[in-house]
Structures are given as C-alpha cells and as structure tokens.
C-alpha cells in the first residue's frame, strides 16, 4: 500500500547548526501533512502543519516545505539545541478520505551535539 | 490541566491474560485513536472512534478490542489473541473537523511476561 518514509534513519548535528529531516511520501493524493517530535519514553508531541495549498510554512524556529511535484516534505529546525534531540516523524493523510487516522513514517532520531 | 491521560504508564501481563489500557481526554474532541509504536518503527492504528458509540477498525485490529460510552474515554482492552503485545500504545485525540490535527497522550508500555 502507499505509505510514507524519511531518507535518513539517524541525523546527528552540532549545538547552533541547522537541521533539516526529510521524508516521502508517495500517496499522491495526499494534502495534508504533519511533522511530530518524539522524545524517548513520551508520546509524539505535535511540531507543525501544512495543507498541500502551501509550499513553505513557518513556526517558531521550525519551518516545513512541501514540494508536491516530487513528492516531498522537510522540516528544518533553525539553531538547533539540545532539547531539540528526539525522533522526528512526518505524517500524512488524505483529506478527502474518509480516512481519519494518520499515516506515519519509520522516523528520524536527531541527535545534536554539544 | 487540559490533556490527553493514559494509565498506567508501565504495564506486565502474564501470557493468556486479557489487559485494559485507559486513555482519558478533557479537550472536548470528537474522534480517539489508539495507535501501537513497536522499537525503531512508526505508528500503526489500531481503532479510531469518530463519535459516542461508534468505532472501527484501523490496519492492526487483530487481537485488540474497545468501547466508546463516553466522549472522554476510549479504553483499549488487549486480548489474549494478541499474538506479539509488548508495545508501547498510543492515544491521540482531535476534534473530527478538518484538518483534524490529532494530539498525542504520554504512552502506556506494555510488556508480556
């Protein structure tokens, strides 16, 4: 079946750099996107959002690009920190579906340096 | 304190035995999903309920049941036809409108001894 997935498994940055996780997606009739951050033994904590209408959306230190062409979606994390360290998780789903749950990738682990 | 609960956060059973994880949320959302999230791996839906009394299957249903009487609660009662249950189980909520952002609980870990 269709489903999502991220091109690295483990990311590993130094304290101050920019982040960036990417992730696949290949339901192409997918519009609606999330990115969650999952730190170790807790539940994945919601990050940002973006409706396939858009192409760039931004948050507080956070910004998501979705390119629809390819089938694509980032997420940067701009000055990353420590805290920051965690498995990254794109989600997507189809919002003329009657589908309501999400469908998930395998995850990112970022780990920053100090 | 507005949230999604679960209880407990640690939880052993004994093979053969039946065991019921609690899921509570006071954000007033419509819709609860239960998700299980084995090591290294993404979510996989168990259930979701839309509505009071309603609910259905996700893509791993096998082994697993639930009730939605209330609007707060959606426990997952894992069977004893559970083949693999040693997990860490998920419950997320969202309000049924769209896009129909769902928020996640902390997590119940479940191991079978």
């Known amino acids: 079946g269709e489903s999502v997935g991220l091109h690295l498994p483990t990311l590993s940055v130094q304290e101050g750099d920019n982040s960036i996780i990417n992730c696949a997606y290949s339901?192409?009739?997918?519009?609606?996107f999330i990115w969650y951050k999952q730190e170790s033994g807790k539940g994945p904590q919601f990050i940002i959002d973006i409706r396939s209408n858009m192409d760039k959306r931004q948050g507080q230190r956070v910004t998501v690009l979705l390119n629809k062409t390819v089938k694509h979606l980032s997420l940067q994390i701009a000055a990353t920190q420590p805290g920051d360290s965690a498995v990254y998780f794109c989600a997507e789903k189809d919002l003329g579906t009657g589908r309501r749950a999400l469908t998930f990738g395998s995850g990112t682990r970022l780990q920053v340096q100090p | 304190d507005g949230g999604i609960t679960q209880s407990p956060k640690y939880l052993f059973r004994k093979e053969g035995q039946n065991v019921t994880l609690s899921c509570e949320q006071n954000l007033n959302h419509d819709a609860m999903y239960w998700y299980r999230q084995d090591p290294g791996q993404g979510l996989r839906l168990i259930y979701y309920s839309q509505i009071v009394n309603d609910f259905q299957k996700g893509d791993i249903a096998e082994g697993y049941s639930v009730s939605r009487e209330k609007k707060e609660s959606f426990p997952l009662t894992v069977t004893s036809a559970q083949k693999n249950p040693t997990a860490f189980y998920l419950c997320?909520?969202?309000?049924?409108?769209?896009?129909?952002?769902?928020?996640f609980g902390p997590g119940t870990r479940l191991t079978v001894l």
């Open positions: 339901n192409s009739a997918s519009d609606y």
């Open positions: 997320a909520s969202s309000t049924g409108t769209s896009p129909d952002t769902q928020y």
